[in-house]
């Protein structure tokens, strides 16, 4: 498989992740019964999609985590900025620089 192809493959396996969880957690802030079993089942078939996704593909997934998780990072602190008005602190900037830093180790000298 392509690195352009393999790169795209995991922000969309982050996208469906960070959106799975972001829909498990309105549903679980809902305001009835309805609305959180509607918002739990979306969730529940995002995040499938989100397992299909990353595990499909015949590529070595333990090569490529260290780039899963700086997608993922960057994702979910998008999503949780965006969607629930929670910003970044400084705190987790620098947490993320050395995931940054860890995933290009990683998949640098992965083999």
């Known amino acids: 498989m392509q690195i352009g192809t393999s790169l795209v493959l995991l922000f ?3 996208l469906l992740e960070t959106g799975g969880d972001a829909l498990v957690r309105v549903g679980l802030r809902a305001p009835s019964l309805g609305a959180r079993l509607a918002f739990f089942l979306a969730g529940a078939a995002v995040l499938l999609a989100y397992g299909y996704a990353v595990n499909r593909p015949p590529w070595d997934f333990g090569r490529l985590l260290g780039v ?4 993922f990072f960057i994702v979910a602190q998008a999503v949780a900025w965006l969607a629930f008005g929670q910003a970044p602190t400084r705190g987790i900037w620098l947490g993320g620089a050395f995931m940054v830093i860890g995933g290009a180790i990683v998949a640098a000298t992965a083999k």
Do not use: L, M, N, Q
């Open 12 to 14: 969309v396996s982050a």
């Open 68 to 71: 899963y998780v700086v997608f």
